[in-house]
Protein backbone atom coordinates (compact mmCIF):
# COMPACT_ATOMS: atom_id res chain seq x y z
CA UNK A 1 0.00 0.00 0.00
CA UNK A 2 1.35 3.40 -0.85
CA UNK A 3 1.45 6.24 1.26
CA UNK A 4 0.33 9.53 1.09
CA UNK A 5 3.19 11.83 0.57
CA UNK A 6 4.26 13.56 3.67
CA UNK A 7 2.99 17.46 4.35
CA UNK A 8 5.47 20.13 4.74
CA UNK A 9 5.24 23.71 5.91
CA UNK A 10 4.67 26.16 2.75
CA UNK A 11 2.81 29.10 4.89
CA UNK A 12 4.46 30.75 7.54
CA UNK A 13 2.00 31.84 10.62
CA UNK A 14 2.68 35.85 9.53
CA UNK A 15 1.39 34.84 6.19
CA UNK A 16 -1.33 33.17 7.29
CA UNK A 17 -2.84 35.54 9.84
CA UNK A 18 -1.99 38.41 7.44
CA UNK A 19 -4.03 36.68 4.54
CA UNK A 20 -7.31 36.01 7.04
CA UNK A 21 -7.09 38.88 8.94
CA UNK A 22 -7.39 41.40 5.91
CA UNK A 23 -9.74 38.63 4.38
CA UNK A 24 -12.51 39.43 7.33
CA UNK A 25 -11.14 43.49 7.52
CA UNK A 26 -12.57 43.61 3.87
CA UNK A 27 -15.35 41.77 4.97
CA UNK A 28 -15.96 44.12 8.15
CA UNK A 29 -14.85 47.61 5.92
CA UNK A 30 -17.22 47.19 3.03
CA UNK A 31 -20.34 45.94 5.45
CA UNK A 32 -19.57 49.08 7.85
CA UNK A 33 -19.59 51.29 5.13
CA UNK A 34 -23.06 50.04 3.52
CA UNK A 35 -24.56 50.58 6.96
CA UNK A 36 -23.05 54.08 7.84
CA UNK A 37 -24.17 55.99 11.06
CA UNK A 38 -22.70 55.13 14.01
CA UNK A 39 -20.67 52.10 11.84
CA UNK A 40 -18.48 55.15 9.58
CA UNK A 41 -15.63 55.48 12.71
CA UNK A 42 -15.36 51.72 12.49
CA UNK A 43 -14.85 51.52 8.70
CA UNK A 44 -12.23 54.01 9.10
CA UNK A 45 -10.27 51.98 11.99
CA UNK A 46 -11.12 48.95 9.52
CA UNK A 47 -9.18 51.00 6.77
CA UNK A 48 -6.29 52.09 9.24
CA UNK A 49 -5.85 48.24 9.98
CA UNK A 50 -6.46 47.03 6.55
CA UNK A 51 -2.99 49.61 5.59
CA UNK A 52 -1.31 48.34 8.49
CA UNK A 53 -1.29 45.20 6.96
CA UNK A 54 -0.86 46.08 3.47
CA UNK A 55 2.57 47.82 4.62
CA UNK A 56 3.74 44.76 6.41
CA UNK A 57 2.83 42.77 3.62
CA UNK A 58 5.06 44.88 1.36
CA UNK A 59 7.34 44.44 3.60
CA UNK A 60 7.23 41.02 4.27
CA UNK A 61 7.22 40.09 0.23
CA UNK A 62 10.80 40.94 0.50
CA UNK A 63 12.27 39.73 4.09
CA UNK A 64 9.22 36.65 4.26
CA UNK A 65 10.13 33.02 4.02
CA UNK A 66 10.83 31.98 0.44
CA UNK A 67 6.86 31.43 -0.73
CA UNK A 68 5.77 34.68 0.34
CA UNK A 69 8.72 37.06 -1.54
CA UNK A 70 7.66 38.82 -4.46
CA UNK A 71 10.52 37.05 -6.46
CA UNK A 72 9.19 33.71 -5.49
CA UNK A 73 6.13 33.94 -7.59
CA UNK A 74 6.59 37.36 -9.78
CA UNK A 75 6.89 35.44 -13.32
CA UNK A 76 6.73 36.77 -17.13
CA UNK A 77 4.13 36.20 -19.34
CA UNK A 78 5.42 33.25 -20.79
CA UNK A 79 5.41 31.52 -17.10
CA UNK A 80 1.60 33.12 -17.18
CA UNK A 81 0.80 31.53 -20.85
CA UNK A 82 2.05 28.45 -19.92
CA UNK A 83 -0.33 28.38 -16.60
CA UNK A 84 -3.18 29.55 -18.89
CA UNK A 85 -2.74 26.57 -20.61
CA UNK A 86 -2.42 23.97 -17.83
CA UNK A 87 1.38 22.94 -18.32
CA UNK A 88 4.10 22.97 -15.84
CA UNK A 89 4.08 21.71 -12.56
CA UNK A 90 1.84 24.54 -9.95
CA UNK A 91 4.92 24.95 -7.43
CA UNK A 92 4.43 25.23 -3.83
CA UNK A 93 3.47 28.48 -3.40
CA UNK A 94 1.64 30.82 -5.75
CA UNK A 95 1.45 29.99 -9.28
CA UNK A 96 2.18 32.77 -11.80
CA UNK A 97 -1.30 33.66 -12.05
CA UNK A 98 -2.11 33.55 -8.58
CA UNK A 99 1.65 35.54 -8.16
CA UNK A 100 -0.29 38.27 -10.53
CA UNK A 101 -3.76 38.23 -8.72
CA UNK A 102 -1.89 38.61 -5.41
CA UNK A 103 -0.60 42.13 -6.86
CA UNK A 104 -3.62 42.82 -8.12
CA UNK A 105 -5.27 42.63 -5.10
CA UNK A 106 -2.66 44.81 -2.58
CA UNK A 107 -2.72 46.84 -5.50
CA UNK A 108 -5.98 47.25 -5.46
CA UNK A 109 -6.13 47.85 -1.21
CA UNK A 110 -3.97 50.29 -1.44
CA UNK A 111 -5.77 52.66 -3.97
CA UNK A 112 -8.79 52.06 -1.91
CA UNK A 113 -6.93 52.72 1.78
CA UNK A 114 -4.92 55.44 0.65
CA UNK A 115 -7.47 57.39 -1.17
CA UNK A 116 -9.85 56.89 2.01
CA UNK A 117 -7.38 59.06 4.10
CA UNK A 118 -8.08 61.84 1.57
CA UNK A 119 -11.93 61.09 1.56
CA UNK A 120 -15.38 62.58 2.49
CA UNK A 121 -19.14 61.45 2.79
CA UNK A 122 -20.12 64.96 1.71
CA UNK A 123 -22.02 64.93 5.08
CA UNK A 124 -20.15 64.56 8.55
CA UNK A 125 -17.02 62.11 8.03
CA UNK A 126 -14.14 62.44 6.36
CA UNK A 127 -10.36 60.76 6.09
CA UNK A 128 -7.42 62.32 8.65
CA UNK A 129 -5.79 63.66 5.64
CA UNK A 130 -8.53 65.96 3.75
CA UNK A 131 -7.86 68.63 5.48
CA UNK A 132 -4.43 68.73 3.58
CA UNK A 133 -5.68 68.92 0.38
CA UNK A 134 -9.10 70.93 -1.44
CA UNK A 135 -12.46 69.90 -1.08
CA UNK A 136 -12.07 69.19 -5.40
CA UNK A 137 -9.38 67.00 -4.73
CA UNK A 138 -11.04 65.30 -1.68
CA UNK A 139 -14.10 64.74 -3.38
CA UNK A 140 -12.37 63.48 -6.60
CA UNK A 141 -10.30 61.02 -3.98
CA UNK A 142 -13.86 60.23 -2.66
CA UNK A 143 -15.40 59.15 -6.01
CA UNK A 144 -12.14 56.91 -7.19
CA UNK A 145 -13.06 55.48 -3.63
CA UNK A 146 -16.56 54.83 -3.78
CA UNK A 147 -15.55 53.11 -7.12
CA UNK A 148 -13.00 50.83 -5.53
CA UNK A 149 -15.49 48.45 -4.07
CA UNK A 150 -16.71 47.25 -7.34
CA UNK A 151 -13.05 46.80 -8.34
CA UNK A 152 -12.34 44.83 -5.16
CA UNK A 153 -15.44 43.12 -5.35
CA UNK A 154 -14.66 41.95 -8.81
CA UNK A 155 -11.34 40.83 -7.78
CA UNK A 156 -12.51 38.68 -4.94
CA UNK A 157 -15.23 37.03 -6.89
CA UNK A 158 -12.00 36.36 -9.03
CA UNK A 159 -10.01 34.69 -6.31
CA UNK A 160 -12.90 32.36 -4.83
CA UNK A 161 -13.72 31.58 -7.97
CA UNK A 162 -9.93 30.45 -8.86
CA UNK A 163 -10.05 28.51 -5.72
CA UNK A 164 -13.23 26.54 -6.57
CA UNK A 165 -11.90 25.76 -9.62
CA UNK A 166 -8.56 24.52 -8.13
CA UNK A 167 -10.19 22.64 -5.70
CA UNK A 168 -13.35 21.13 -7.77
CA UNK A 169 -11.62 20.52 -11.14
CA UNK A 170 -8.21 20.39 -10.72
CA UNK A 171 -8.78 18.59 -7.06
CA UNK A 172 -6.38 20.88 -5.28
CA UNK A 173 -7.45 22.19 -1.87
CA UNK A 174 -6.20 25.78 -1.72
CA UNK A 175 -7.51 26.73 1.40
CA UNK A 176 -6.47 24.07 4.07
CA UNK A 177 -2.90 25.26 3.63
CA UNK A 178 -3.39 28.71 4.67
CA UNK A 179 -5.05 27.18 7.57
CA UNK A 180 -2.71 24.82 8.25
CA UNK A 181 0.25 26.13 6.56
CA UNK A 182 1.48 22.84 4.89
CA UNK A 183 0.70 20.99 1.96
CA UNK A 184 0.81 17.36 1.31
CA UNK A 185 3.73 16.63 -1.15
CA UNK A 186 5.30 19.85 -1.39
CA UNK A 187 8.99 20.33 -1.86
CA UNK A 188 11.56 21.47 1.03
CA UNK A 189 9.82 22.95 3.89
CA UNK A 190 9.88 26.81 4.06
CA UNK A 191 11.07 28.35 7.30
CA UNK A 192 8.32 29.01 9.83
CA UNK A 193 10.40 29.96 13.29
CA UNK A 194 10.46 31.98 15.72
CA UNK A 195 13.19 34.11 14.72
CA UNK A 196 11.34 34.56 11.25
CA UNK A 197 8.07 35.27 13.58
CA UNK A 198 9.76 37.97 15.47
CA UNK A 199 11.17 39.29 12.09
CA UNK A 200 7.07 39.46 11.23
CA UNK A 201 6.53 41.04 14.61
CA UNK A 202 8.86 43.66 14.37
CA UNK A 203 7.65 44.70 10.56
CA UNK A 204 4.10 44.96 11.50
CA UNK A 205 5.00 47.36 14.35
CA UNK A 206 6.99 49.04 11.89
CA UNK A 207 3.68 49.48 9.75
CA UNK A 208 1.40 49.87 12.39
CA UNK A 209 3.84 53.22 13.73
CA UNK A 210 4.03 54.92 10.28
CA UNK A 211 -0.05 54.23 9.91
CA UNK A 212 -0.08 55.99 13.57
CA UNK A 213 1.78 58.57 12.51
CA UNK A 214 0.38 59.22 9.04
CA UNK A 215 -3.75 59.34 10.61
CA UNK A 216 -2.34 61.28 13.81
CA UNK A 217 -0.62 64.53 11.47
Known amino acids: MQRPPASVRVWDLPTRLFHWLLATLVVFSFA ?21 LLLFRLLWGCAGNRHARF ?27 GGWSVIAMLAALLVQAGTGLFANDAIFNEGPLARFVSSAVSDRLSTIHRWGEKTLIALVTLHVGAVGYYLIVRRRNLIAPMVSGDRPGAGAPARDDPILRLRALLLAALAAGLVAYVVTL
Do not use: M, N
Not at 32 to 49: L, M
Not at 88 to 94: F, I, L, Q, T
Open 71 to 97: SSFLRGPRAVASCLAGRGSPGDGHSPI
Open 32 to 52: SAKIGGAWTEWHFRSGYTILV
